[in-house]
């Protein structure tokens, strides 16, 4: 069905009172959040290009701003219509009206993190809302709500264009945020010129940002020594294929964290693949718990002078500990016969301050 025959099925249509689709006047509906939409899908046929776009209801009912449909409207309002088909959504303040933007936008992820960046800085820079709020309102994270910030507000605009061309994923454009605007479009170049995939890429950035001046030129002019080093000569065959193999498992991991479902799929297909991603996720931290339970434990001394205790490295015995361990010295057989007197004189005996009594030492026999 065309553009023309779908209006005109919604003419011949007598909807009644208090519908939830109509038409309206083209001259009536405003695209005030258009600018938080600057981001591009790609060439695919749009599905929805005969369905109504969404509206709300402002200014008492004189005015209706879009929500989603932008490219829908601009094409009608190209091809000359005056009236349009719509659905009404329930009236609600413009801070909500942009969490139902990014709603009506996100089952098919035709919402682009640059789309979601524009409207974290929108609902903080002129709804007054804290980040802490924000990701209340929109149901995230803190850490979500401070990229997708960084996200609208730091990058070049070439760097923001490639985020909404999908041509530079979120991962590596929140690394580019760190850079200057000017050295993000140089960095950006170098990694269009020598073909650099997303682990070079995230390494060049890294090294860039920690260079000074001289180095960073000579990273621009040749980051492929630094980013694809040649190998050592005395690292073994056997090494190296190990270094690969956990290379290509860094990589598969980063794919599998920006991996999202294609929009296009059908129902089916879709539940196929995210029953795969949730099954491939759970192997992931599986396999991460078996890692921590197979790290060694810290090693383990123990006290010579008690076979059967343990002792943590580093930790010093008290004083009582180091008396303990002493060796006893060694004593003559009068000392051995007198040692049950020696004992009734501890317990006995008086105050440090006070001699014993002459009479226990004349019962201890001479040598």
Same mark, same amino acid.
């Given at each position: ?115 979601? #960046?524009? $409207?974290?800085?929108? *609902?903080?820079?002129?709804? @007054? +809302?804290?980040?802490? %709020?924000?990701?209340? /309102?929109?149901? !995230?994270?803190? #850490?979500? $709500?401070?990229?997708? *910030?960084?996200?609208?507000? @730091? +990058?070049?605009?070439? %760097?923001?264009?490639? /985020?909404?061309? !999908?041509?530079? #994923? ?24 020598? #073909? ?172």
């Amino acid at each position: 069905m065309t553009v023309q025959g779908f209006v005109n099925t919604l003419s011949d249509l007598r909807a009644p009172p208090g519908a939830d689709i109509g038409y309206l006047p083209i001259d009536k509906i405003r695209t005030s959040f258009a600018y938080l939409r600057p981001g591009r899908i790609g060439s695919q046929k749009d599905h929805l290009s005969d369905l109504p776009i969404r509206v709300v209801v402002v200014d008492d009912g004189s005015h209706f701003e879009v929500i989603d449909g932008f490219k829908r409207l601009a094409e009608w309002r190209a091809n000359g219509f005056t009236q349009i088909p719509v659905v009404f959504e329930q009236p609600c303040i413009p801070l909500l009206q942009k969490r139902l933007m990014m709603q009506a936008n996100s089952p098919s992820r035709t919402v682009s993190p640059l789309d979601e #960046g524009r $409207v974290v800085e929108s *609902l903080i820079h002129d709804d @007054k +809302l804290t980040a802490k %709020a924000v990701g209340h /309102l929109l149901g !995230r994270k803190p #850490g979500w $709500v401070s990229v997708r *910030l960084a996200l609208a507000t @730091k +990058l070049s605009p070439r %760097a923001a264009e490639k /985020l909404a061309c !999908r041509d530079l #994923g979120p991962t590596l454009a929140h690394f580019l945020t760190a850079l200057s605007h000017d050295d993000q479009d140089a960095v950006l170049a170098t990694i269009s010129c020598h #073909g650099l995939n997303t682990r070079e890429s995230t390494m060049l950035i890294q090294a860039f940002r920690i260079a000074d001046a001289v180095d960073r030129r000579a990273l621009l002019k040749d980051p492929l020594a630094t980013v694809r080093p040649e190998p050592s000569p005395i690292v073994s065959s056997q090494v190296a294929q190990l270094e690969q193999l956990l290379d290509g498992v860094s990589k598969a991991l980063n794919e599998l964290r920006e991996l999202r479902v294609p929009p296009h799929l059908s129902a089916a297909e879709r539940r196929r693949i995210e029953a795969i991603q949730r099954r491939v996720r759970q192997e992931v931290i599986e396999t991460s718990r078996q890692l921590e339970k197979e790290v060694p434990s810290r090693e383990i001394i123990r006290n010579p002078c008690f076979p059967g205790s343990k002792r943590e490295p580093g930790k010093h015995l008290s004083a009582t500990s180091n008396n303990e361990c002493l060796p006893r010295p060694l004593c003559s057989k009068a000392e051995a016969g007198g040692e049950k007197i020696a004992k009734t004189t501890v317990t006995t005996s008086s105050p440090p301050d006070t001699p014993a009594p002459e009479k226990h030492r004349a019962d201890v026999p001479s040598p």
